[in-house]
Structure formats: structure tokens, C-alpha cells
């Protein structure tokens, strides 16, 4: 009984410390909520929104602890006109950031990408694409590369 009580509190302090946080709005089949982790487990048809970034996968783990989802099966992660899709992903809220295991494939309009693996940052807007890659721009010769860099915001490639 005091185990749960102090497990109450502690996630209510976890909550009022942490308003600046979005929350994310989960949907999924089947659930199994561990409090001592402050940690979902999703299954079927997950969703996971926060803010305008929208995950979608067959089963992911969610912490509310560490703002992080860990997806897998048939991931998508969409946010604005940027698409990535996966075999899995790691999301951190936390850093802005996500890593994607492939095959990967990265589509915006007149771009796509595909590649073994990647990451993106939200704050320097680089994608990073390794393994295999290939780039299709519209009007353009495919590009082939073991390692390929992506600036979303400016719409130009850096050298890795």
C-alpha cells in the first residue's frame, strides 16, 4: 500500500513538474501500463501523436518518464511533408530526435530516399541516411552513397 502511494505521488510530481511537455495521444489494440516505469506497452495498430509528429507502428513501448517511443513493425513516422518508414524507430522528444532502422525508405514531394538506416534532428534539420543509399529528386540522376546527409529545412545535401 505505501509502495503505490509513494508510486502516486511520484508520478504526480512527475507530472506537475513537466507541464511544458506535450503529452502524446496514444492509440493502440492492447496496452499493459507498468508504473513502475511510468511506461506503456502498445500493441495493434499503435498511434502515437505529439504535437504535429505522428508515429504509427504494430507495437511500440512508450515512456512518460523519458519521452521516448521505441517502435516496431510497419513503423511510419510523419511530421508535415516529411515521411519516414521503417522496420523500427526510436523517437526521444527529450533531444528532438529519431533514429529509423530499415530498410528505410524517406519520401517528401520530388524526393526519396532509401537506405539501410537513418536519423533525423529536429533542431538542425539534417537527415542522416547510412547504408546502401539511394536518392531520387525529381528531374535529377540518382544519387548512390554509403552515407547521405539531408538538410529538410534548406532542401540541400551536406558531405558526411
Not at 513538474?17 to 507498468?34: C, G, K, N, S, W
Not at 513501448?61 to 523519458?66: A, P, Q, R
Not at 513516422?77 to 515521411?83: E, F, G, R
Not at 539511394?134 to 529538410?152: H, M, P, S, T
Request: hydrophobic share 40%; net charge neutral; with cysteine.
Amino acid at each position: 500500500m505505501i509502495r503505490k502511494l509513494l508510486l502516486l505521488m511520484g508520478t504526480l510530481f512527475f507530472l506537475a513538474v513537466r507541464p511544458a511537455l506535450a503529452m502524446p495521444e496514444i492509440r493502440y489494440d492492447h496496452q499493459t501500463f507498468h508504473p513502475d516505469t511510468l511506461s506503456y506497452d502498445l500493441k495493434g495498430n499503435v498511434s502515437v501523436k505529439v504535437g504535429s509528429r505522428v508515429i504509427t507502428a504494430d507495437e511500440a513501448v512508450v515512456s512518460l518518464l523519458t519521452n521516448e517511443v521505441r517502435a516496431k513493425g510497419n513503423i511510419r513516422l510523419v511530421q508535415d511533408d516529411l515521411t519516414f518508414t521503417g522496420s523500427a524507430a526510436v523517437v526521444r522528444q527529450s533531444t528532438h530526435s529519431a533514429d529509423v532502422d530499415g530498410p528505410l525508405t524517406f519520401v517528401r514531394e520530388g524526393l526519396e530516399i532509401r537506405a539501410d538506416r537513418g536519423s533525423f534532428d529536429w533542431e538542425s534539420k539534417l537527415a542522416r541516411f547510412e547504408g546502401h543509399v539511394r536518392c531520387k529528386r525529381a528531374g535529377q540522376a540518382e544519387i548512390k552513397k554509403d552515407v547521405l546527409i539531408y538538410n529538410v529545412e534548406k532542401d540541400t545535401f551536406q558531405e558526411a
